[in-house]
């Protein structure tokens, strides 16, 4: 399981796995002013996936994205002020 070896962002996991979304999320979120920490989740293995893709909600401290890899996910929360304006910024399509 591929992962990149990121800076200590918030808690104890200094890694996230290894695709587009993640890549693209955890690196764009560390510039945005309006965020405050990033929570990197255990990396867990699944079975039966076979794509790249993330889901992501609104919770009380900020976003919650669950990104999929084809073999695990792991889960990633954004510490923001403003989940909204975050959210958008990063490209993040939230559920409704």
Same mark, same amino acid.
């Given at each position: $399981?591929? %992962? &990149? %070896? ?9 890694? &996230?796995?290894d695709? +587009?979304?993640? #890549?693209?999320? !955890?690196? $764009?979120?560390?510039?945005?002013p309006?965020?405050? *920490?990033?929570?990197? *989740? +255990? ?7 076979? #794509? =790249?893709? &993330?889901?992501?909600?609104? !919770?009380? !401290? ?7 890899? =084809?073999?695990? %996910?792991?889960? !990633? ?5 403003? +989940? ?11 559920? %409704?």
């Open positions: $399981m591929a %992962k &990149y %070896k990121g800076g200590k962002s918030r808690g104890s996991h200094t890694t &996230y796995l695709n +587009p979304w993640a #890549k693209k999320f !955890v690196r $764009m979120a560390r510039k945005e309006t965020v405050r *920490g990033i929570n990197l *989740g +255990p990396i867990r293995r699944l079975s039966g996936r076979t #794509k =790249s893709d &993330y889901s992501a909600k609104i !919770v009380p !401290v900020g976003i919650e994205l669950t990104i999929f890899d =084809s073999s695990s %996910k792991q889960l !990633v929360i954004i510490h923001t002020t403003c +989940p909204e304006r975050t959210a958008l910024a990063l490209g993040i399509a939230l559920k %409704k």
